[in-house]
């Protein structure tokens, strides 16, 4: 349990810069606390600014604040160092714990100090000749080590006092007059002053970087959060939709179950009544024929007395005002329903397409854009020509994914969706996330590829129903010489060494871009578009005579 509050006084007590426990520790106007080094090596940093700002909270203070050692904090973070100590020995142990004492015979004693010219270490006892003794006063004494031997030279036993930079390594003086002699050398001690220096802008990098990647983790986190709700949300909303619309479809079959029922009732009815009285009038016929035929078999004076009042028969005259309908079958409206959910599901299946992909496209992290036509094709979407769009002078074949340009127009249907005149065809798919198709071309008069909304105008040979010349829609024009993209009156001619059949389009709907490819052993990009899009992007083809696309 004890260890389990250490834990977590520790965390409490931390330099958000170094990550370790407070040393010097300094609370600065906004409150947080930080290490008196670290604090001022971060402000030093910001000197040529003249603004100040709190490496945690990012508040600023002008002019710099003068900082001073937080008594109480201090005192707390000792006790907590004494603390750590004593819980874990084992990580907290010193080297000078672990050196021996070489002068000490039998049981030696903990060494307190080395010496790097008698190149041995030394307890409280055998240490005190070095401080009374004037033969060892030219000795240099450090912190008792185990690692003497890594500061002696292997060649010449000497002391490694120098450093060539020549060699980018610690020598003796007599490796400076021997192998190192005309080298580029300077003592230990400077060199290493200098690399100190680099050593503190590399920590100062360092710390800055924790800095920065502490807060892109914060900001990850809340992204992270934001996006789990966000999910929430959307899948509560989508199942109230979902609902919704069922219930609309099952009210909808109720109303057509009644409308069935209703009319067969009142049919039903209707011929019920007409077959009661055909009934009835059946019944008096049947009478009249069977007096009829009593009267045929009486004396002459009785069948001439009785004759007039047989020969009108009553009613006959109704039986040629009863027509019956050719049609008696309900099969047409179940032709209609089954027509109805062929397109809703068509309708579903596409507006579904760009729910997914909208869906794929939000990420946290953003996903970096493709390189290699491997990596594009991860992106790769099918489409088909759209026949209802399709002008009269364009044939298309091969299940809707080739159109070549005929002189001989097409039977094609009336439909407000076809271009009457420029020779122009849409994909029936839409895009809305990322989305990356091919095309291959052929023709001397070359072709156009384009993207445009679905609202573009269709009528008439206006501007606005031109691919490229509008705000709907963006055109790349193929030759086999160059390219030219086309954007409303915007016009960039892109000379090419090689023209290549292929071109690949690559859409970033939520990015905004736009980008033409040529595509051969490389991907070579021809022209991208930095915009906004506000629909659904549709592909389109302009095929002139001579000339073919296939998708």
Known sequence: MAETNISVAQDQFSCSICLDLLKDPVTILCGHSFCMVCINGCWDQEDQKGVYSCPQCKETFTPRPLVSKNAILAEVTEKLKTELRATRPAQCSTVSEAVKCDSCTGRNSKAIKSCLVCLASFCETHLQPHYESPAFKKHKLVEAS?????????????????????HQQCICMLCMLDKHKGHDTVSAAAERAEKQKQLLKTQRKCQQRILDRVKEHQELTEAVEFYERSAQRTVQE??????DLIKSIERRRSEVTRLIRAQEKAAVGRAEEVMKQLEQEIAELKKRDAEMERLSHTDPIHFLQSFPSLVDTPGSADLHSIRLSPFLSLEDVTAFVSQLRDNVEKFCYEEFRMVSNAVKEIQIIPLPEPKSREEFLQYSCQFTLDPNTVNKHLCLS??????????TAQSYSVHPDRFDYYLQVLCKEGVCGRCYWEVEWSGRHGVSIAVSYKNISRKGKGTECLFGRNEQSWRLFCYPSCYVFRHIKKEIKIPVILSSSRIGVYVDHRAGTLSFYSVSDTMKL????????????????VVCSGSTIKL
Do not use: A, M, W
């Open 146 to 166: 185990r690692r003497l031997q890594e500061q002696i030279c292997s060649q010449h036993d000497k002391l490694l006092e120098v450093y060539c930079r020549t």
């Open 238 to 243: 989508s199942e109230r939709i979902f609902t």
């Open 398 to 407: 091969e299940r809707n994914t080739v159109v070549t340009c005929s002189e």
């Open 526 to 541: 021809l022209h991208r578009v930095h915009t906004t899009f506000t629909q659904p992007l549709y592909p389109g083809f």
